[in-house]
């Protein structure tokens, strides 16, 4: 992207310094008044065609009106320093708290394409799933940045590609780093400890055992309870996400069962009632040990820069022996 | 008087067929729930799950036993017979053999009370029972009070008719509203409505099964008023009528007890597709139209059937499992095709 | 037997009057006679056969059974003493005829009684006397039009009641059948004196079938009596507008009606 935008730079800077030699060796009178001599005329000319190229160059190197329709995006654009350029985001953007003054423009199922394109955008980052909106935006000649959502390594990757192509390349390098060390030093702090086999629930019925959805083993959540010191209970099935029976809660034994509640899902005086609800299969050691854990945030779903503090939530429950200090 | 009639076959008594089919549709569903909870993708043994010495706490198989298998068998006998009755009764009510639960709406009404809770986050319980089977219910029975509401208020002579169009409107007009809910819903919630849709009768415990059984048992003690009435029903409202059959009765009884059987359904284990449809069909083919054997015969194998097709579903892609509505679909889709060519 | 006192009937939308279908209609139908009630379409032949057979209250006035009031009588009790011969069946369901006939024995059973083999007899008669005991196991689906009626005549004659009610029974058959289920009929009445009320349009039929004819135009009697005497060509050009030639015809039997056009 960016080394496509430096070519069409140089290009237009070349287009703009022939075209002045020629209209310098034509020595034509200008449109605008015959009083001009032609060396000042060809001047103007070059100024105006250089300061034209120069405004492309910098459009398609720095874009000022950015609209994100994923969350994790804008969070990692306002981690480099890119906050003030984002012009609209999606309606599930919750974070940081400046995104609640920006305009609202859809999410992945049912993008508002009318907002999106009157905010006159000069770059709007879309799911890469999401190809009929890529080929209206095409059609209107808005440039895309394409997001696909994968595992850990990916969200360091993908914060540094953004930066590069919203011209905060530096920026974004220094939170990319900041993030994997931070990330390591999780990883160190855990390191050797026997990793308990953790059941990672995203959800499931309020107060009942019933439709659990759980990690199986592969995306970005699964990614960091592993780098946390845990072990994915259902780690072999090689699933994004895998329909829980009571059954196979039974069968797999897990010793810590971890539950993440988005937003206000969870209220505080219903924690105990929730909790609770696990009573029903004493023999699970994540139960007899008094080891089910309900977190709450939304850091744990969105895979941005919050994902470290996810991380660390996670290594403060799995070990909490090592946090104690 | 006492030549012998020319006839294809000789004519057993009605209640000789009845004892056999019960005998037999009987032990099939006895069996089915008796075996059922012993087989699973983890092997338990039926000793271990009784054995005193070892403490509840610790005792796996009993526990898989107890709270993953028995509630899970249950469920399926429950919704597999009553869906079939529910079926049954439909097809004679409405006079068409491709009705269904589904067909009149009140399964629609159902998912869409499900989904309401699921999108906008309900969080209540009443007795052991959770907010999403609980709006479920209501829904269902919010669409059985239009649907009957539009029945009452027909003339004389155009009943089924009435009902079937009125019935269709409200099942078209649920699953606008259900597409609006879902559009509502963000990428979660969407996500989870979907596998609500897809039914799972890992109920995990028994007071949904207490709760569902309440309307249920109304629906059954209705449904046992039905079966000559029926015959004589789907043979004609006015000869039915010429008989004695308080015909606008009966078919009040008849669409408050398959609506109560498939609100409580859905509402326990979600919409589960064809076995209102299948079951009725393969059970007529077995022991002919009479509503007399088919009414008892169609609970016993709909919950003999739905014990097979879940037993299917959580053993087929050990260590995953299927939700139960694909397998009744891949077994009922081909059956049901395969009667209509037979029909035609 | 049967008497018709000032019957009358309006179909109602809540207390609105929709439509006045039947206005004082009275008649007498004596025991083992076969009695036509005849009309053109919508004169109210069908309003009357549902009220006959209890389906229907009249807004004022009585149908008398042996003197007891037919609206007033419990619908089994009803079904024992009249019964009914609808003038299509479909059935949804694959019964066998022998299921079609033991059906009739419903008013005769308990609710959740079962038809012991003294039912099984009554039906296989009923099914002999309208000739189609060699059809007890076939489905009734797939007989022919003819056939189906016969056997639904064999119902409602197990139904074992002291009046047959039938409406337009030969209006759905071909000519051949029309001729078979009048022999029927006639046949029934004379060799088990079974009482019929048939309401018909079809002037011919009502004239090789029945001894009395009550003639009813939108709702309204306009004559009863002896088949010879009420079926004239005068009282057909008030019923029907139409010019009509009445004859007896010697090999037939009976009257037979000629239509010769519109007046």
Not at chain 2, 80 to 90: E, I, R, W
Not at chain 2, 200 to 217: C, E, K, T
Not at chain 2, 237 to 247: K, Y
Not at chain 3, 56 to 67: A, H, Q
């Amino acid at each position: 992207m960016a080394a496509v935008s430096k070519i069409l730079k140089h290009a237009a800077v070349a287009v703009a310094l022939i075209a002045a030699t020629a209209s310098l060796k034509a020595r034509t009178t200008s449109e605008s008044g015959a009083d001009l001599p032609p060396s000042r005329e060809a001047l103007r000319r070059t100024a105006v065609a250089l300061a034209e190229a120069g405004q492309v160059g910098r459009d398609a190197v720095r874009p000022q009106r950015i609209i994100s329709l994923v969350p994790a995006t804008t969070e990692m654009l306002f981690a480099m320093g890119a906050g003030n350029r984002i012009a609209g985001v999606s309606d599930y953007d919750r974070f940081p708290p400046e995104v609640s003054r920006l305009p609202k423009v859809g999410g992945l199922l049912d993008p508002n394409v009318e907002r999106l394109i009157s905010l006159k955008p000069d770059l709007v980052i879309v799911y890469d799933t999401q190809t009929d909106l890529k080929q209206q935006l095409d059609r209107a000649r808005i440039p895309i940045f394409r997001y696909a959502h994968r595992g850990l390594p990916d969200i360091t990757e993908t914060m540094r590609s953004l930066g590069d192509r919203v011209g905060s390349k530096a920026e974004a390098e220094a939170a990319a780093s900041r993030m994997e060390s931070q990330l390591a030093a999780v990883r160190t702090r855990v390191a050797g400890r026997p990793r308990p086999a953790t059941l990672l629930i995203f959800g499931r019925d309020p107060g009942a055992l019933r439709h659990i959805d759980a990690s199986g083993g592969l995306g970005f959540l699964h990614d960091v309870l592993e780098l946390a010191g845990g072990r994915d209970v259902l780690g072999d099935l090689k699933q994004q996400s895998v329909d829980v029976s009571t059954e196979m809660v039974l069968r797999r034994a897990p010793e810590v069962i971890l539950e993440l509640h988005y937003g206000e899902s969870l209220k505080t005086e219903r924690l105990d009632d929730e909790r609770n609800v696990w009573k029903a299969l004493p023999s699970v050691p994540a139960v007899k040990n008094n080891r089910v854990y309900l977190l709450r945030g939304d850091e744990f779903v969105v895979p941005g820069p919050r994902i470290v503090m996810a991380a660390e939530r996670f290594a403060r429950t799995l070990h909490p022996e090592v946090y104690a200090r | 008087m006492t030549n012998a009639v020319a006839a294809d076959r000789p004519r057993v008594a009605v209640r000789i067929r009845l004892a056999w089919t019960l005998l037999s549709f009987g032990t099939l569903a006895l069996a089915a729930c008796l075996l059922a909870p012993l087989v699973g993708s983890t092997p338990i043994h039926l000793t271990t799950v009784f054995d005193r010495s070892v403490p509840y706490a610790d005792n796996i198989d009993a526990q898989i036993f107890w709270v993953a298998r028995l509630p899970r068998v249950l469920a399926a006998a429950m919704v597999g017979s009553s869906l079939a009755l529910a079926g049954v009764v439909f097809q004679a009510l409405l006079r068409n053999p491709l009705a269904s639960p589904d067909t009149l709406g009140v399964s629609a009404g159902a998912s869409l009370g499900a989904m309401v809770a699921i999108t906008f986050a309900l969080d209540f319980s009443l007795l052991g029972v959770t907010a999403v089977p609980l709006a479920s219910f209501v829904g269902s029975f919010g669409a059985l009070a239009i649907v009957y509401g539009l029945s009452a208020a027909r003339r004389r002579g155009t009943s089924t008719i009435v009902l079937l169009l009125g019935g269709v409107t409200v099942q078209a007009l649920l699953s606008a509203i259900i597409a609006f809910v879902q559009y509502l819903a963000d990428f979660t919630q969407t996500f989870r409505n979907v596998r609500w849709l897809m039914g799972s009768l890992d109920v995990a415990s028994y007071p949904p099964l207490v709760a569902a059984f309440i309307p249920m048992s109304l629906a059954w003690a209705g449904f046992a008023t039905l079966p000559r009435v029926l015959d004589l029903i789907s043979v004609g409202h006015e000869s039915a009528a010429a008989r004695g059959v308080d015909v606008e009765r009966s078919e009040r009884v008849a669409l408050v007890s398959a609506s109560l059987a498939t609100g409580a359904a859905v509402a326990l284990a979600g919409p589960v597709s064809f076995v209102g449809l299948i079951v009725p069909h393969l059970v007529r083919l077995m022991v002919g139209a009479d509503h007399r054997l088919v009414l008892p015969a169609s609970a016993l194998f709909g919950a003999a059937f739905l014990i097979g097709c879940d037993l299917i579903a959580r053993t087929i892609i050990a260590p995953l499992e299927l939700p139960v509505g694909i397998i009744t679909a891949i077994i009922g889709g081909p059956v049901f095709l395969w009667l209509l060519f037979r029909k035609s | 037997m049967l008497r018709a006192v000032d019957v009358s009937f309006s179909y109602k939308r809540g207390r609105r009057t929709l439509r006045h279908v039947l206005h004082d209609v009275s008649f007498d139908v004596d025991r083992g006679t076969i009695v036509g009630v005849l009309g053109p379409n919508g004169s109210g032949k069908t309003t009357l056969v549902r009220i006959i057979a209890g389906m229907l209250r009249p807004d004022s006035g009585r149908v008398l059974l042996d003197g007891d009031s037919v609206a007033d009588l419990p619908r089994r009790e009803l079904a024992r003493r009249v019964a009914l011969v609808p003038q299509e069946t479909q059935t949804t369901f694959d019964f066998s005829v022998i299921d079609i006939v033991l059906m009739g024995r419903y008013p005769h059973l308990g609710p959740f009684e079962l038809e012991r083999p003294a039912d099984l007899e009554i039906a296989r008669n009923a099914l002999r006397a309208t000739g189609t005991e060699t059809l007890e196991s076939r489905s009734f689906a797939t007989l022919s039009g003819g056939e189906k009626q016969r056997v639904i005549i064999a119902a409602a004659l197990a139904q074992a009641s002291d009046i047959l009610l039938l409406d337009e029974p030969t209006t759905a058959l071909d000519i051949g059948y029309q001729f078979e289920i009048a022999a029927l009929l006639k046949r029934l009445n004379a060799d088990h004196g079974t009482t019929m009320v048939v309401s018909t349009h079809d002037l011919n039929l009502a004239a090789a079938l029945c001894e009395r004819v009550v003639l009813i135009k939108s709702g309204h009697v306009i004559a009863h009596g002896p088949t010879a005497e009420t079926l004239t060509a005068h009282n057909i050009r008030l019923l029907y507008d139409v010019d009509a030639d009445v004859q007896f015809h010697e090999r037939a039997g009976h009257l037979t009606v000629v239509p010769l056009g519109r007046t």
